[in-house]
């Protein structure tokens, strides 16, 4: 299968916070925002694939910064690495100022898709080659990434995960 870069599985949505879609101090519910970020990465994994997508897993999600009411909110994903017929998705959240359009990042999460044929079984995607040195970065985690969602999720034996293994011993 021919390698894609992550650029080509680049998905940016933006939307507004609105009323219904607040907590009580006003700011952008969580699952609202999780479920943003679940859509752009859902169309990242279908550009990177050209099957269909689901979500397997989230495996990290910080919720650094709040979101006001009325913010301009742009959720950004790509594919960083593709494995068998897995494909970790990295996401990016920025908020725009209403008066200078200067982007700050707010959030960011990492999720993993699985793409599957028409039964549900999943199938290869193409391999992933990064192109700038965030893309590389990134890429070099997701072995890691991936052995520990496996572990936690009771799909790998701990003494198996030796690239995360590496990570204390070397
Ligand atoms: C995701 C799903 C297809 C995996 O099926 P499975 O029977 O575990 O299949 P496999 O064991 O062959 O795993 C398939 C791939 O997913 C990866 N995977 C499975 N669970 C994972 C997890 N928790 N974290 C990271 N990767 C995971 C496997 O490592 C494998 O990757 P690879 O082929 O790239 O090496 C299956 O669990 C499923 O359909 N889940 C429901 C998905 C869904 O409905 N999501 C929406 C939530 S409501």
């Known amino acids: 299968m021919k390698a894609k870069s992550p ?3 680049r998905t940016v949505m933006t939307d507004l916070v609105l009323p219904s879609e607040t ?10 925002l999780l479920a943003r970020m679940d859509r752009a990465a859902s169309i990242s994994a279908r550009r990177h694939s050209r099957r269909i997508t689901v979500t397997a897993s989230v495996n990290h999600v910080a919720f650094n910064h709040s979101i006001p009411l009325g913010s301009v909110v742009t959720v950004e994903a790509s594919v960083s690495r593709a494995f068998r017929s897995s494909m970790e998705i990295f996401i990016d959240v920025w908020i725009e100022d209403r008066f200078s359009g200067e982007k700050t990042k707010a959030n960011e999460a990492i999720y993993t898709f699985v793409a599957v ?9 193409p391999p992933i080659v990064p192109e700038t040195e965030l893309e590389q970065a990134r890429y070099d985690a997701a072995l890691r990434r991936k052995q520990l969602s496996l572990v936690l999720a009771g799909k790998m034996k701990p003494e198996d995960a030796t690239e995360l293994k590496a990570l204390f011993t070397d």
């Open 7 to 9: 650029s080509q599985s």
């Open 23 to 32: 907590n009580p101090l006003n700011n952008l519910f969580g699952g609202e």
């Open 117 to 125: 044929d028409e039964t549900g079984k999943p199938t290869e995607v």
